[in-house]
């Protein structure tokens, strides 16, 4: 192997930039050259390539999004943009390909290497919702903007004696509804994961004030329920004052955390060794605070899932 690629796909993440660092110096200290491919797959089937060197990655790791930014692109998943993208990488004499994505991404990566084109993921998604890894790159990072969200509308919601619900992001996976509703101190969480019971929320309020509480915060995952209409129900059915907050794409930028940063660094070197070591189709990923490399396949097979335990535990805290 002598040269490689590397692209960002699907949804930005905090903590891209780093690993994007980490695989193209990596790839140089083993004196690989790599070519960056910009926007995604649809960069890859357009040759959209730039030659990186090792002061093209200085001054971002600090920084959100992903520098050589992502797309999301239909035509790559017929065979035809798969093959117009493998035929531009050979020509370009790259060997090897390192994609940062989702599980979208993933099943792109999957087709390349089986076509014979070796290509390893790395799991950068805030909804931290691909299996076989404990975190995916950028939910460390998205959990404490939402908490930084959630402390200052506690400041006014104790402010106002107000309910308040915020909406996070989260469409299949709760995870980021779940850890930051244990981190700001919710009254409830609301994820995709369990069955919605307004009953449950109502109740749980109404107790709440009886023993003297006058403001609650409800975190609800933008799969369960847009947060407005939650708002409206819990209104209507205990008469709170409540306002909404909906957190939206700010959860999606920002400087990622100091975790996110080191993951990104780990994951980036990692894939890279893989490459190197001559193995295509792996996910990187972190078990039990070590860096693991699992069969794409598998990751994509099977179902991430959320902690189950932290969710009950959170119930049994906001009594
Ligand atoms: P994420 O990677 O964040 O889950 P998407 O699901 O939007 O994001 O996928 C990103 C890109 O990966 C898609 O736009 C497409 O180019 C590629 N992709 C997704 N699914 C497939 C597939 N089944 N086969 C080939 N490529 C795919
Ligand atoms: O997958 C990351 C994510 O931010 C989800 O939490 C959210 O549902 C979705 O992407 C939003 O996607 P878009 O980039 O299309 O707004």
Redesign the pocket.
């Known amino acids: 192997m002598n040269k490689i690629a590397v692209l960002t796909s ?2 930005d ?1 905090p903590g891209m930039n780093a690993a994007i660092r980490a695989v193209v110096r990596r790839a140089i200290f083993n004196k690989l050259e790599v070519i960056g491919v910009r926007r995604g797959y649809q960069g890859l089937m357009d040759g959209d390539y730039v030659a990186l060197g090792i002061g093209s990655v200085g001054d971002i790791i600090q920084r959100g999004g992903t520098m050589l930014q992502t797309a ?1 692109c239909e035509a790559f998943k017929e065979v035809s943009g798969q093959q117009l993208a493998m035929a531009n990488m050979k020509e370009q004499g790259i060997d090897g390909l390192v994609v940062i994505g ?1 599980d979208g991404s993933f099943n792109g990566a999957l087709k390349l290497t089986k076509q014979g084109f070796p290509t390893v993921g790395i799991p950068g ?3 931290n ?1 691909i299996a076989c890894t404990d975190m995916t790159l950028g939910f460390d990072t998205a959990v404490n903007t939402a908490i930084d969200a959630i402390d200052k509308i506690r400041d006014t919601a104790t402010s106002h004696d107000r309910t308040y619900v915020v909406e996070v ?3 299949h996976a709760g995870d ?1 509804a779940l850890w930051s509703g244990v981190a700001g101190g919710a009254e409830s969480i609301l994820i995709p994961e369990t069955k919605m019971d307004m009953d449950d929320i109502v109740s749980r309020l109404l107790a709440s004030q009886k023993r003297g509480k006058k403001y609650s915060i409800i975190i609800v995952a ?2 369960v329920a847009p947060g407005h209409k939650i708002g409206e129900i819990i209104q209507e059915r205990t008469g709170f004052e409540t306002r909404v907050t909906v957190l939206g ?1 700010i ?2 930028g920002g400087s990622p955390s100091a975790y996110d940063r080191v993951l990104g660094s780990q994951m980036g070197a990692k894939a890279v060794d893989l490459l190197l070591s001559g193995v295509g189709g792996k996910m990187v990923g972190i078990q039990n605070n070590q860096m693991v490399a699992v069969d794409l396949e598998e990751a994509l097979n099977k179902t991430h899932q959320l902690s189950l335990p932290l969710y009950e535990l959170a119930r049994s805290l906001s009594i």
Do not use: P
Request: glycine share 28%; hydrophobic share 20%.
């Open positions: 699907g949804g993440a999301r989702g998604t805030i909804d919702d992001m989260g469409r980021i933008e799969g794409h959860q999606r």
